[in-house]
Structure formats: structure tokens, C-alpha cells
């Protein structure tokens, strides 16, 4: 049973930066591709970004444009989503996930079994 905790999230005015992190428990960390989600009040939950286990393979939502970057530290059991020139329309709570690896990562929330609590950003002047 894989754990995951997410911290990171606030508020940041629009052209800022957040960093988001997420820690694992409870399996291999390697093991696992994880993923980046969001939610926005009264919208589906959508996809950011995902990792395979190794760190050799990302993909992004086409909407990141270059301004997101996930990363892996298999060492500490962590992954981040480093997020800059933050949008108004990035406002949402923000989600890890994780899910045995294949070796690419997955882009459908429907194949992610494990989910953390997520966290909030707001970005706003």
C-alpha cells in the first residue's frame, strides 16, 4: 500500500513560482510511475504531468507550455512539480499519484490507484 503526502501548495501572484513535493511510503519508490493532477472547483480532474519510475521518461499537459517540470528523487522517495509563470487559471488543488510503472508513466487518472490529499494553489493579485 503506497502512502502519499503532498506539500507546497499557496498563493502566489500571477507570473510566480511554486514548487510542489509529494512523499511516498510503502512501497519501492522506483517501482512506481507517478503523476501530477489538478482540480479546479467545478471541473473534472485533469491531467499536469507524469514520470516513469527510472526518471527517463516525462510527459506533460499540453497547457504546462514549457512553464512546469516534474522530477523524481528515488533516493528520498519524493517527486516534484516545479511550476513557474503561474497563471490565474492554474488555481486548483493539485494532486500526486502513483501507480506501478510500465515504463512510460500514465496520463488518465483512471490508471492511478494510489492518491494523495492534495494540495491548494491559488494564483491571484
Known amino acids: 500500500q503506497v502512502q502519499l503526502g503532498e506539500s507546497g501548495g499557496g498563493s502566489v501572484q500571477p507570473g510566480g513560482s511554486l514548487r510542489l513535493s509529494c512523499a511516498a511510503s510503502?512501497?519501492?519508490?522506483?517501482?512506481?510511475?507517478m503523476g501530477w493532477f489538478r482540480q479546479a472547483p467545478g471541473k473534472e480532474r485533469e491531467f499536469v504531468a507524469t514520470?516513469?519510475?527510472?526518471?527517463?521518461?516525462?510527459s506533460y499537459a499540453g497547457f504546462v507550455k514549457g512553464r512546469f517540470t516534474i522530477s523524481r528523487d528515488n533516493g528520498r522517495n519524493t517527486v516534484a512539480l516545479q511550476m513557474n509563470s503561474l497563471k490565474p487559471e492554474d488555481t486548483a488543488v493539485y494532486y500526486c499519484?502513483?501507480?506501478?510503472?510500465?515504463?512510460?508513466?500514465?496520463?488518465?487518472?483512471?490508471?492511478?490507484?494510489?492518491w494523495g490529499q492534495g494540495t491548494q494553489v491559488t494564483v491571484s493579485s
Open positions: 499519484a502513483a501507480e506501478p510503472d510500465a515504463g512510460l508513466g500514465y496520463i488518465e487518472a483512471s490508471e492511478y490507484h494510489y
Open positions: 510503502g512501497g519501492t519508490f522506483s517501482q512506481y510511475a
Open positions: 514520470i516513469s519510475g527510472s526518471g527517463l521518461t516525462e
